[in-house]
Protein backbone atom coordinates (compact mmCIF):
# COMPACT_ATOMS: atom_id res chain seq x y z
CA UNK A 1 0.00 0.00 0.00
CA UNK A 2 2.87 2.53 0.75
CA UNK A 3 6.15 3.73 -0.70
CA UNK A 4 8.59 4.06 2.35
CA UNK A 5 7.55 4.77 5.93
CA UNK A 6 4.85 7.70 6.59
CA UNK A 7 6.30 11.23 7.53
CA UNK A 8 4.93 13.05 10.51
CA UNK A 9 5.17 16.94 10.42
CA UNK A 10 5.33 17.67 14.10
CA UNK A 11 6.59 20.19 16.57
CA UNK A 12 8.11 18.39 20.15
CA UNK A 13 5.69 20.55 22.23
CA UNK A 14 2.63 20.78 20.11
CA UNK A 15 -0.13 18.55 21.56
CA UNK A 16 -1.72 18.09 18.58
CA UNK A 17 1.05 16.51 17.15
CA UNK A 18 1.76 14.76 20.36
CA UNK A 19 -2.00 13.08 19.88
CA UNK A 20 -0.61 11.48 16.63
CA UNK A 21 2.64 10.51 18.24
CA UNK A 22 0.79 8.27 20.66
CA UNK A 23 -1.55 6.42 17.97
CA UNK A 24 1.44 5.85 15.67
CA UNK A 25 2.96 4.42 18.75
CA UNK A 26 0.15 1.91 19.89
CA UNK A 27 -0.59 1.07 16.19
CA UNK A 28 3.30 -0.06 16.31
CA UNK A 29 4.01 2.07 12.88
CA UNK A 30 6.86 3.47 12.25
CA UNK A 31 7.35 6.92 10.54
CA UNK A 32 9.90 9.57 9.94
CA UNK A 33 9.47 13.05 11.83
CA UNK A 34 9.83 15.90 9.57
CA UNK A 35 10.20 18.69 12.73
CA UNK A 36 8.42 21.94 11.95
CA UNK A 37 9.12 24.45 14.23
CA UNK A 38 6.54 26.71 15.68
CA UNK A 39 8.90 29.03 17.16
CA UNK A 40 12.24 29.57 14.34
CA UNK A 41 12.38 31.85 11.59
CA UNK A 42 9.06 33.12 12.90
CA UNK A 43 7.20 29.88 12.50
CA UNK A 44 8.23 26.81 10.22
CA UNK A 45 4.58 26.65 9.42
CA UNK A 46 4.33 29.94 7.70
CA UNK A 47 6.49 28.20 4.99
CA UNK A 48 5.92 28.31 1.52
CA UNK A 49 7.31 24.27 1.74
CA UNK A 50 4.85 23.78 4.46
CA UNK A 51 1.69 25.37 2.96
CA UNK A 52 1.86 23.21 0.07
CA UNK A 53 1.75 20.24 2.62
CA UNK A 54 -0.56 21.54 4.60
CA UNK A 55 -2.83 24.87 3.86
CA UNK A 56 -4.28 25.16 7.21
CA UNK A 57 -0.11 26.16 8.31
CA UNK A 58 -0.48 23.75 11.31
CA UNK A 59 0.96 20.65 12.58
CA UNK A 60 0.69 17.79 12.66
CA UNK A 61 0.14 16.66 9.08
CA UNK A 62 1.04 13.23 8.17
CA UNK A 63 1.86 11.82 4.96
CA UNK A 64 1.11 8.13 4.42
CA UNK A 65 -0.60 6.00 1.59
CA UNK A 66 -0.16 8.33 -0.69
CA UNK A 67 -1.90 11.26 0.83
CA UNK A 68 -1.52 14.39 3.10
CA UNK A 69 -3.84 14.21 6.16
CA UNK A 70 -3.91 17.24 7.94
CA UNK A 71 -6.44 17.70 11.63
CA UNK A 72 -4.91 15.01 14.52
CA UNK A 73 -8.20 13.91 15.00
CA UNK A 74 -9.13 12.86 11.09
CA UNK A 75 -5.42 11.20 11.09
CA UNK A 76 -6.23 9.26 14.06
CA UNK A 77 -9.84 8.10 12.60
CA UNK A 78 -8.15 6.95 9.28
CA UNK A 79 -5.25 5.31 11.26
CA UNK A 80 -8.09 3.57 12.78
CA UNK A 81 -9.77 2.63 9.63
CA UNK A 82 -6.67 1.34 7.28
CA UNK A 83 -5.11 -0.40 10.34
CA UNK A 84 -7.76 -1.23 12.86
CA UNK A 85 -5.84 -3.36 15.41
CA UNK A 86 -5.20 -2.66 18.27
CA UNK A 87 -8.34 -0.70 18.21
CA UNK A 88 -8.36 3.71 19.36
CA UNK A 89 -12.37 3.25 19.37
CA UNK A 90 -14.30 1.19 21.08
CA UNK A 91 -16.91 -1.16 18.95
CA UNK A 92 -20.39 0.10 20.50
CA UNK A 93 -21.65 3.25 18.79
CA UNK A 94 -23.11 4.80 21.81
CA UNK A 95 -19.55 4.06 23.40
CA UNK A 96 -17.43 5.40 20.22
CA UNK A 97 -19.88 8.80 20.81
CA UNK A 98 -18.63 8.77 23.86
CA UNK A 99 -15.03 8.94 22.51
CA UNK A 100 -15.58 11.02 20.12
CA UNK A 101 -17.39 13.61 22.06
CA UNK A 102 -14.29 13.74 24.58
CA UNK A 103 -12.48 14.27 22.07
CA UNK A 104 -14.26 16.72 20.04
CA UNK A 105 -14.40 18.89 23.23
CA UNK A 106 -10.52 18.56 23.74
CA UNK A 107 -9.67 19.35 20.03
CA UNK A 108 -12.20 21.34 19.03
CA UNK A 109 -13.94 23.39 22.45
CA UNK A 110 -10.59 23.70 24.49
CA UNK A 111 -6.94 23.51 22.49
CA UNK A 112 -7.79 25.91 19.50
CA UNK A 113 -8.27 28.62 22.11
CA UNK A 114 -4.91 28.62 23.72
CA UNK A 115 -3.16 27.34 21.15
CA UNK A 116 0.00 29.13 19.71
CA UNK A 117 -1.57 32.19 17.11
CA UNK A 118 -4.46 32.63 19.75
CA UNK A 119 -2.84 33.85 22.14
CA UNK A 120 -0.08 35.53 19.89
CA UNK A 121 -3.51 38.01 19.39
CA UNK A 122 -4.82 38.46 22.69
CA UNK A 123 -1.58 40.18 23.92
CA UNK A 124 1.16 38.68 26.23
CA UNK A 125 -0.22 40.42 29.30
CA UNK A 126 -3.62 38.41 28.11
CA UNK A 127 -1.82 35.14 27.49
CA UNK A 128 -1.99 33.16 30.96
CA UNK A 129 -5.33 34.12 31.99
CA UNK A 130 -7.15 33.82 28.62
CA UNK A 131 -5.08 30.14 28.40
CA UNK A 132 -6.08 29.08 32.02
CA UNK A 133 -10.03 29.82 31.20
CA UNK A 134 -9.98 27.95 28.24
CA UNK A 135 -8.77 24.97 29.69
CA UNK A 136 -10.76 25.59 33.28
CA UNK A 137 -14.03 25.90 31.75
CA UNK A 138 -13.15 22.92 28.93
CA UNK A 139 -12.28 20.66 31.98
CA UNK A 140 -15.07 21.61 34.28
CA UNK A 141 -16.88 19.85 31.05
CA UNK A 142 -14.82 17.21 30.84
CA UNK A 143 -14.98 16.43 34.63
CA UNK A 144 -18.64 16.38 34.27
CA UNK A 145 -18.56 13.96 31.38
CA UNK A 146 -15.66 11.78 32.73
CA UNK A 147 -18.26 10.26 35.86
CA UNK A 148 -20.46 9.27 33.24
CA UNK A 149 -17.76 7.60 30.98
CA UNK A 150 -14.82 6.65 32.86
CA UNK A 151 -13.55 3.36 34.02
CA UNK A 152 -9.96 3.01 34.23
CA UNK A 153 -9.47 5.18 30.89
CA UNK A 154 -11.74 7.87 29.56
CA UNK A 155 -14.32 5.38 28.32
CA UNK A 156 -14.27 2.30 29.99
CA UNK A 157 -11.10 0.35 30.59
CA UNK A 158 -9.97 0.81 26.93
CA UNK A 159 -7.59 2.94 25.56
CA UNK A 160 -9.17 5.10 23.35
CA UNK A 161 -8.83 8.29 20.86
CA UNK A 162 -10.14 10.65 24.43
CA UNK A 163 -6.86 9.11 26.40
CA UNK A 164 -5.05 10.20 23.21
CA UNK A 165 -6.46 13.92 23.68
CA UNK A 166 -6.69 14.15 26.91
CA UNK A 167 -2.95 13.93 28.40
CA UNK A 168 -1.65 16.06 25.88
CA UNK A 169 -3.96 18.53 26.96
CA UNK A 170 -3.31 18.09 30.99
CA UNK A 171 0.34 18.45 29.60
CA UNK A 172 -0.75 21.88 28.53
CA UNK A 173 -2.49 22.74 31.50
CA UNK A 174 0.22 22.52 33.91
CA UNK A 175 2.00 24.99 31.30
CA UNK A 176 -0.38 27.17 31.79
CA UNK A 177 -0.04 26.87 35.60
CA UNK A 178 -3.94 25.67 35.85
CA UNK A 179 -4.68 23.62 39.28
CA UNK A 180 -5.64 20.63 38.57
CA UNK A 181 -7.17 19.73 42.33
CA UNK A 182 -10.64 20.31 40.59
CA UNK A 183 -9.93 17.73 38.52
CA UNK A 184 -9.10 14.60 39.99
CA UNK A 185 -11.01 12.02 37.23
CA UNK A 186 -8.89 13.82 35.22
CA UNK A 187 -5.86 13.95 36.94
CA UNK A 188 -6.04 9.87 37.64
CA UNK A 189 -6.69 8.48 34.17
CA UNK A 190 -3.83 11.38 33.07
CA UNK A 191 -1.56 9.75 35.16
CA UNK A 192 -3.00 5.94 34.69
CA UNK A 193 -1.91 6.49 30.71
CA UNK A 194 1.09 8.54 31.47
CA UNK A 195 2.73 5.06 32.62
CA UNK A 196 1.97 3.33 29.22
CA UNK A 197 4.60 3.15 26.67
CA UNK A 198 3.24 4.67 23.89
CA UNK A 199 2.36 7.99 26.00
CA UNK A 200 6.21 7.73 27.01
CA UNK A 201 8.02 7.25 23.63
CA UNK A 202 6.04 10.18 22.09
CA UNK A 203 6.21 12.17 25.04
CA UNK A 204 7.70 16.09 23.89
CA UNK A 205 10.45 15.33 26.07
CA UNK A 206 11.25 12.44 23.76
CA UNK A 207 11.35 13.84 20.42
CA UNK A 208 13.81 14.71 17.86
CA UNK A 209 13.75 18.24 17.55
CA UNK A 210 13.28 18.60 21.64
CA UNK A 211 15.81 20.66 22.66
CA UNK A 212 18.74 19.81 25.19
CA UNK A 213 17.53 21.88 27.88
CA UNK A 214 14.34 19.77 27.85
CA UNK A 215 14.97 16.69 26.97
CA UNK A 216 14.42 13.62 29.41
CA UNK B 1 -33.87 0.57 19.32
CA UNK B 2 -35.06 3.93 20.96
CA UNK B 3 -38.17 4.88 23.11
CA UNK B 4 -39.75 8.75 21.69
CA UNK B 5 -38.55 10.79 19.38
CA UNK B 6 -34.94 11.87 19.46
CA UNK B 7 -34.68 15.61 21.33
CA UNK B 8 -32.27 17.89 19.80
CA UNK B 9 -31.59 21.08 22.43
CA UNK B 10 -30.72 23.29 19.59
CA UNK B 11 -30.39 27.22 19.00
CA UNK B 12 -31.73 28.69 15.83
CA UNK B 13 -28.53 31.00 14.82
CA UNK B 14 -25.74 28.25 16.13
CA UNK B 15 -24.19 27.15 13.53
CA UNK B 16 -23.56 23.64 15.42
CA UNK B 17 -26.73 23.67 15.91
CA UNK B 18 -27.84 23.52 12.05
CA UNK B 19 -25.00 21.30 11.01
CA UNK B 20 -26.89 18.43 13.44
CA UNK B 21 -30.28 19.80 11.78
CA UNK B 22 -29.08 19.12 8.29
CA UNK B 23 -27.97 15.78 9.30
CA UNK B 24 -31.04 14.59 10.62
CA UNK B 25 -33.02 16.16 7.93
CA UNK B 26 -30.58 14.44 5.12
CA UNK B 27 -31.72 11.03 7.45
CA UNK B 28 -35.10 11.76 7.49
CA UNK B 29 -34.90 11.14 11.18
CA UNK B 30 -38.04 12.98 13.17
CA UNK B 31 -37.14 15.17 16.33
CA UNK B 32 -38.14 17.52 18.51
CA UNK B 33 -36.34 20.63 19.04
CA UNK B 34 -35.72 21.97 22.58
CA UNK B 35 -35.09 25.70 21.86
CA UNK B 36 -31.46 26.61 23.98
CA UNK B 37 -30.76 30.04 24.51
CA UNK B 38 -27.11 30.28 25.73
CA UNK B 39 -24.83 27.95 23.57
CA UNK B 40 -22.21 26.40 25.71
CA UNK B 41 -19.72 25.53 23.37
CA UNK B 42 -20.42 23.75 19.93
CA UNK B 43 -17.01 21.57 19.65
CA UNK B 44 -18.72 18.27 20.37
CA UNK B 45 -21.29 17.93 17.16
CA UNK B 46 -19.52 16.18 14.80
CA UNK B 47 -19.72 13.11 17.51
CA UNK B 48 -23.38 13.34 17.24
CA UNK B 49 -22.99 13.39 12.94
CA UNK B 50 -20.56 10.22 13.64
CA UNK B 51 -23.21 8.81 15.93
CA UNK B 52 -25.85 9.27 13.20
CA UNK B 53 -23.91 7.38 10.54
CA UNK B 54 -22.79 4.31 12.62
CA UNK B 55 -26.50 4.19 13.88
CA UNK B 56 -28.51 5.03 10.55
CA UNK B 57 -26.35 4.89 7.75
CA UNK B 58 -28.88 5.57 4.79
CA UNK B 59 -27.70 8.18 3.06
CA UNK B 60 -24.39 8.19 4.09
CA UNK B 61 -23.06 10.72 4.97
CA UNK B 62 -19.28 10.06 5.09
CA UNK B 63 -18.21 8.06 1.85
CA UNK B 64 -16.44 4.62 1.83
CA UNK B 65 -13.05 5.24 0.72
CA UNK B 66 -10.99 5.80 3.55
CA UNK B 67 -8.72 8.52 2.08
CA UNK B 68 -12.12 10.19 0.97
CA UNK B 69 -13.49 9.70 4.65
CA UNK B 70 -10.10 11.49 6.04
CA UNK B 71 -10.30 14.49 3.68
CA UNK B 72 -14.23 15.23 5.08
CA UNK B 73 -13.39 15.32 8.24
CA UNK B 74 -10.09 17.09 7.69
CA UNK B 75 -12.45 19.44 6.40
CA UNK B 76 -15.22 18.88 9.26
CA UNK B 77 -12.77 18.77 11.45
CA UNK B 78 -10.65 22.80 9.85
CA UNK B 79 -14.25 24.18 10.38
CA UNK B 80 -15.68 22.65 13.16
CA UNK B 81 -12.60 23.10 15.27
CA UNK B 82 -10.45 25.50 13.23
CA UNK B 83 -12.67 28.09 12.53
CA UNK B 84 -16.10 27.80 14.46
CA UNK B 85 -14.77 27.78 17.96
CA UNK B 86 -12.67 31.23 17.23
CA UNK B 87 -15.54 33.48 16.40
CA UNK B 88 -18.24 31.45 19.25
CA UNK B 89 -19.91 33.78 21.06
CA UNK B 90 -17.76 32.95 24.05
CA UNK B 91 -15.35 33.64 22.79
CA UNK B 92 -16.54 37.19 21.22
CA UNK B 93 -17.80 38.30 24.82
CA UNK B 94 -13.93 37.94 25.62
CA UNK B 95 -12.38 40.45 23.45
CA UNK B 96 -14.41 43.06 23.63
CA UNK B 97 -16.81 44.57 21.75
CA UNK B 98 -14.77 46.99 19.93
CA UNK B 99 -12.32 44.05 18.89
CA UNK B 100 -15.33 41.25 18.09
CA UNK B 101 -15.84 41.76 14.23
CA UNK B 102 -12.27 42.38 13.37
CA UNK B 103 -11.68 39.16 15.76
CA UNK B 104 -14.62 37.10 13.83
CA UNK B 105 -13.33 38.01 10.35
CA UNK B 106 -10.36 37.22 11.08
CA UNK B 107 -10.88 33.90 12.05
CA UNK B 108 -13.32 32.59 9.61
CA UNK B 109 -10.31 34.54 6.84
CA UNK B 110 -7.32 32.60 7.92
CA UNK B 111 -9.72 29.25 7.69
CA UNK B 112 -11.81 29.97 4.64
CA UNK B 113 -8.06 30.50 3.38
CA UNK B 114 -6.81 27.25 3.91
CA UNK B 115 -10.16 25.39 3.03
CA UNK B 116 -10.55 27.20 -0.61
CA UNK B 117 -7.08 25.29 -1.06
CA UNK B 118 -7.97 22.35 0.33
CA UNK B 119 -11.17 22.31 -1.72
CA UNK B 120 -8.76 22.66 -5.14
CA UNK B 121 -8.05 18.75 -4.45
CA UNK B 122 -10.90 17.35 -2.94
CA UNK B 123 -14.01 19.15 -4.38
CA UNK B 124 -16.79 18.40 -7.11
CA UNK B 125 -20.20 18.92 -6.94
CA UNK B 126 -19.62 19.28 -2.86
CA UNK B 127 -16.58 19.57 -0.63
CA UNK B 128 -15.56 15.87 -1.34
CA UNK B 129 -16.44 15.00 -4.77
CA UNK B 130 -20.41 14.86 -5.71
CA UNK B 131 -21.81 12.92 -2.52
CA UNK B 132 -23.00 15.63 0.30
CA UNK B 133 -20.82 14.58 3.18
CA UNK B 134 -20.34 16.09 7.09
CA UNK B 135 -18.03 18.28 4.95
CA UNK B 136 -21.05 20.30 3.58
CA UNK B 137 -22.94 19.99 6.71
CA UNK B 138 -20.19 22.15 8.36
CA UNK B 139 -19.67 24.15 5.26
CA UNK B 140 -22.69 26.22 4.74
CA UNK B 141 -23.57 27.17 8.57
CA UNK B 142 -19.73 28.73 8.67
CA UNK B 143 -20.66 30.30 5.51
CA UNK B 144 -23.42 31.93 7.10
CA UNK B 145 -21.56 33.31 10.19
CA UNK B 146 -19.04 34.34 7.54
CA UNK B 147 -21.95 36.48 5.52
CA UNK B 148 -23.16 37.58 9.63
CA UNK B 149 -19.68 38.93 9.76
CA UNK B 150 -19.42 40.61 6.68
CA UNK B 151 -16.40 38.70 5.19
CA UNK B 152 -16.24 39.64 1.46
CA UNK B 153 -15.98 35.94 0.10
CA UNK B 154 -15.13 36.81 -3.53
CA UNK B 155 -11.33 35.44 -2.78
CA UNK B 156 -13.12 31.96 -2.24
CA UNK B 157 -14.98 31.11 -5.19
CA UNK B 158 -15.18 27.29 -4.54
CA UNK B 159 -16.73 27.75 -1.14
CA UNK B 160 -19.14 30.00 -2.72
CA UNK B 161 -20.17 27.48 -5.42
CA UNK B 162 -20.46 25.00 -3.26
CA UNK B 163 -22.19 26.62 -0.49
CA UNK B 164 -24.64 27.74 -3.08
CA UNK B 165 -25.13 24.47 -4.66
CA UNK B 166 -26.11 23.15 -0.94
CA UNK B 167 -28.62 25.81 -0.05
CA UNK B 168 -30.98 24.90 -2.64
CA UNK B 169 -31.33 21.05 -1.32
CA UNK B 170 -34.01 20.52 1.00
CA UNK B 171 -32.52 19.69 4.09
CA UNK B 172 -30.13 22.30 4.23
CA UNK B 173 -33.04 24.90 3.50
CA UNK B 174 -36.01 23.10 6.63
CA UNK B 175 -32.60 22.83 8.83
CA UNK B 176 -31.83 26.66 8.22
CA UNK B 177 -32.07 29.49 11.25
CA UNK B 178 -34.92 31.47 9.53
CA UNK B 179 -37.27 28.29 9.52
CA UNK B 180 -36.88 27.06 13.65
CA UNK B 181 -39.39 26.73 15.98
CA UNK B 182 -37.28 29.17 17.92
CA UNK B 183 -36.59 31.71 14.87
CA UNK B 184 -37.64 35.12 16.24
CA UNK B 185 -40.74 36.83 13.89
CA UNK B 186 -38.52 39.50 12.51
CA UNK B 187 -35.98 36.93 11.30
CA UNK B 188 -38.44 33.86 10.41
CA UNK B 189 -38.39 33.20 5.92
Same mark, same amino acid.
Given at each position: MQVGKPILYSYFRSSCSWRVRIALALKGIDYETMPISLIKDGGQQFSKEFQAVNPMKQVPALKIDGITIGQSLAIIEYLEETR? =? %??????DPKKRASVRTISDLIAGGIQPLQNLSVLKQVGQENQLTWAQNAITSGFSALEQILQSTAG?????DEVSMADLCLVPQVANAERFK??? =? %??PTISRINKTLLALEAFQVSH????????AELRA
Open positions: P =T %PRLLPQRYCVGVDL =T %PYPCRQPDTP
